[in-house]
């Protein structure tokens, strides 16, 4: 049995006041269940803030993204090691925003999904096609190079430690959220993949929607077999709705 998983993305966004009201609202009891669980990424800067209001609650967080590398010459970047020791226990990798404006290749996110497990954080592996791709029918063709990068760099069994994220670009930030039917139909796809290397680990890896979910669109999606969760970007910075979010998950 898979435990649904909402996730927050909240991308550049956020204040120090906007940060310490949402992570208190979600270490609120309302907001924890034995049945779901909830965590945000957050910007880099904000992830010790995190750690300090999220202290001894249920809520988990991770990194919007993260270096291959662990220490060295590379102003800017935020490594696997550094994101743990803040007590992180996930890494986003592969959003395709990074993939689009820092040209993250395949081969790259593969990279740094295997430099987050070897940091013992659990990577979120974010994998969608563009809507050109969509409307030329190639959805479940760019998924399964997407996934086979990180499959011939980490071998199947690394996904027993790490979450899929299925974000239609054409879905994210668009307010076009994928309907029921064509998300489930994506992810049995996905699991399917992953089962012709490993049944057992395709049956107990959670696969997340993700792209315009919201307290509307929510509830039909986790209806779906294959559909663990979400990944959630522009409606996590709004307390009221990811609550909502986090309610159709429970
Ligand atoms: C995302 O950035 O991962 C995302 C799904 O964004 P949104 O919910 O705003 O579409």
Redesign the pocket.
């Known amino acids: 049995m898979r435990k649904p998983l909402v996730m927050g ?1 909240w ?1 550049l966004n956020g204040t120090k006041e906007s940060v310490t009201a949402l992570v208190n609202a979600l270490v609120e009891p309302a907001n924890n269940a034995a049945n779901v669980e909830v965590a945000v990424c957050a910007p880099a800067i904000f992830i010790g803030l995190v750690e300090q209001l999220a202290n001894g609650s249920a809520l988990q967080y991770g990194s919007e993204d993260c270096d291959v590398h662990n220490s060295g010459a590379f102003t800017g970047e935020n490594s696997p090691v550094m994101i743990k020791e803040f007590g992180c226990k996930y890494a ?1 990798v592969g ?3 990074r993939r689009a404006y820092h040209n993250e290749t395949n081969e790259v996110v593969a990279a740094k999904f295997q430099a987050a497990q070897n940091a013992d954080l659990v990577p979120v592996l ?1 994998i969608g096609e563009s809507l050109e791709q969509f409307e030329a029918g190639q959805t479940a063709d760019v998924c399964k190079t997407q996934l086979k990068a990180v499959i011939d760099l980490c071998g199947i069994e690394s996904f027993e430690k790490a979450v899929i ?1 299925y ?1 239609p670009i054409w ?5 076009k959220t994928a309907t029921p039917e064509i998300a489930q139909n994506v992810h049995s796809q996905i699991r399917a993949y992953l089962a012709s290397f490993n049944a057992d680990v395709a049956a107990k890896v959670q696969i997340l929607y ?5 307290a509307k669109t929510a509830p039909e999606l986790f209806k779906q077999p294959d559909i663990d969760g ?7 910075l709004k307390p009221a709705d990811f609550s909502a979010i986090i309610e159709a998950a429970k």
């Open positions: 993305n991308k986003i959003h395709s925003e974010c994220a974000e879905a994210i930030g668009t307010g993700g792209g315009s979910c919201n979400g990944l959630v970007g522009g409606a996590s």
